[in-house]
């Protein structure tokens, strides 16, 4: 397994939630790295994304000012702070990553590689 989602769980509206990734891919501190997520009988959806320089950070309209992406190159981790949650935020959360930069950061087929998914359940 290159990458392993961890972190989720039931949270109450409103709280918080971090959940990371760890990656055991050689140079993935040069990749970029994304997160999205599959609420319960949707399609999957992108939620954010980082280049490898930590310089460039992309979120969706619903997370912004919401969540925070960031990264720990030295332990090849990427992270995802969620606060404020709400209930729409529940999902299945995957992290992905390339080494090559996506045509767009939303574009689930331009991530190579994928973790297998971590639940996260917001109650209301």
């Known amino acids: 397994v290159q990458l392993q989602a961890s972190g989720g769980g039931l949270v109450q509206a409103g709280g918080s939630l971090r959940l990371a990734c760890t990656s055991s891919?050689?140079?993935?501190?040069?990749?970029?790295v994304a997160w999205f997520r599959q609420p319960p009988g949707k399609r999957r959806q992108y939620v954010a994304a980082?280049?490898?320089?930590?310089?460039?950070?992309d979120y969706a309209d619903s997370v912004k000012d919401r969540f925070t992406i960031s990264r720990d190159n030295v332990k090849n981790e990427v992270y995802l702070e969620m606060t404020n949650l709400k209930p729409e935020d529940s999902a299945v959360y995957f992290c992905?990553?390339?080494?090559?930069?996506?045509?767009?950061?939303?574009?689930?087929?331009?991530?190579?590689?994928w973790g297998q998914g971590t639940l996260v359940t917001v109650s209301s």
């Open positions: 992905a990553a390339d080494q090559y930069p996506p045509a767009a950061y939303y574009v689930q087929g331009d991530y190579s590689k």
């Open positions: 891919i050689s140079g993935f501190s040069t990749y970029v």
């Open positions: 980082m280049r490898y320089n930590s310089g460039a950070r």
